[in-house]
């Protein structure tokens, strides 16, 4: 912040003329004077102030606009992503019919052998006498 010029002995000279004690008139230009040399902001300073919001809010906008922008091109390598998994799916899934089937064949053909093997085995037996 820039500093302000401040005129005391003008200020003590309009508290005297005010009707106030040269001494309390000294304090409170010396307490006037500590205050604005402190804390006080001038035009110059507010100005540097708001320039530098308006330059936050354009960084902020462009941001903004960078974040859509990616989470657009996400949402198409996702959706993308998506139908490739999709499409494999379903294939995992024809492949997987396709062995159950045959896995089922498979089993039946065992299932009548032994059946045909049993009563093979049965019938020599009663053949047999036995």
Do not use: C
């Amino acid at each position: 912040m820039t500093t302000m010029t401040f005129d005391r002995l003008a200020y003590i000279d309009r508290l005297k003329a005010a009707g106030v004690t040269e001494p309390q008139a000294r304090a409170m230009a010396d307490g006037l004077d500590q205050a604005l040399r402190e804390e006080v902001a001038t035009k110059s300073d507010v100005a540097v102030l708001k320039s530098d919001i308006v330059a936050v809010r354009n960084e902020i906008d462009l941001l903004r606009i960078e974040v859509k922008n990616d989470l657009a091109t996400l949402r198409g390598e996702f959706k993308n992503d998506l139908g490739a998994l999709k499409a494999e799916m379903g294939g995992l899934r024809g492949e997987l019919l396709a062995a159950m089937k045959a896995a089922k064949i498979d089993f039946l053909k065992w299932v009548v052998m032994l059946i045909v093997g049993q009563t093979a085995v049965f019938t020599a037996l009663k053949l047999l006498g036995r």
